[in-house]
T-cell receptor, first 119, second 110 residues
Framework: GAVVSQHPSRVICKSGTSVKIECRSLDFQATTMFWYRQFPKKSLMLMAT?????????EQGVEKDKFLINHASLTLSTLTVTSAHPEDSSFYIC???????????????FGPGTRLTVL | SQQGEEDPQALSIQEGENATMNCSYKTSINNLQWYRQNSGRGLVHLILIRSNEREKHSGRLRVTLDTSKKSSSLLITASRAADTASYFC??????????FGQGTRLTINP
């Protein structure tokens, strides 16, 4: 159980285009989803936190208009990289947290990641 | 901001040996978690240790936590080639957000 998928796993696009990445919790309802960015041989940097039905909370330095996040349902969040440029090339990973334990600790489950290459 | 620092950044050992990785953090935490990441893949959750715990075991993994020193260690015993991966610690300070360390790249040589 607790599987998170991402689609696509890999995407190559031209500079100036927009790319949408989907994150789905397959067998649980995700009250909160997180989006991370990872550069080669580096750690994960949290970009934003999204709760179903409300606006995402972005980390300092992350452009809201550049990285649009929509958490329209309890099983789906999308990250759209708008007007992508080569410097947006990165590995994007989502995670999802459910509400299995009322009052307890609910861990995050990570998707397999999406590698974005902007030419 | 990243608050976890891990050392070593890279570790290469022979199969069968034990591997120890360390993680330090800066602020108070509710728990600390260790993850594994194979190259180009997502994260696999290994173990969670709560702030009131000092040691935890899971199979060949042993995690310690010293909140007075704000540090944790991950020990992998009897390493195998399949353990080759990057290992990250992540702290949860109670704001629902995980803050990841820089990671240790572990290579197990057959």
């Amino acid at each position: 159980g607790a599987v998170v998928s991402q689609h696509p796993s890999r995407v190559i696009c031209k500079s100036g285009t927009s790319v949408k990445i989907e994150c789905r919790s397959l067998d649980f309802q995700a009250t909160t989803m997180f989006w991370y960015r990872q550069f080669p041989k580096k750690s994960l940097m949290l970009m934003a936190t999204s709760n179903e039905g409300s606006k995402a909370t972005y980390e300092q330095g992350v452009e809201k208009d550049k990285f649009l996040i929509n958490h329209a349902s309890l099983t789906l969040s999308t990250l759209t990289v708008t007007s992508a440029h080569p410097e947006d090339s990165s590995f994007y990973i989502c995670s999802a947290r459910g509400a299995f334990l009322a009052g307890g600790y609910n861990e995050q489950f990570f998707g397999p990641g999406t590698r974005l290459t902007v030419l | 901001s990243q608050q976890g620092e891990e050392d070593p950044q890279a570790l290469s050992i022979q199969e069968g040996e034990n591997a120890t990785m360390n993680c330090s953090y800066k602020t108070s935490i509710n728990n600390l978690q260790w993850y594994r990441q194979n190259s180009g893949r997502g994260l696999v959750h290994l173990i969670l240790i709560r702030s009131n715990e000092r040691e935890k075991h899971s199979g060949r993994l042993r995690v310690t936590l010293d909140t007075s020193k704000k540090s944790s260690s991950l020990l992998i015993t009897a390493s195998r080639a399949a353990d080759t991966a990057s290992y990250f610690c992540a702290t949860d300070g109670g704001a629902q957000k995980l803050v990841f360390g820089q990671g240790t790249r572990l290579t197990i040589n057959p």
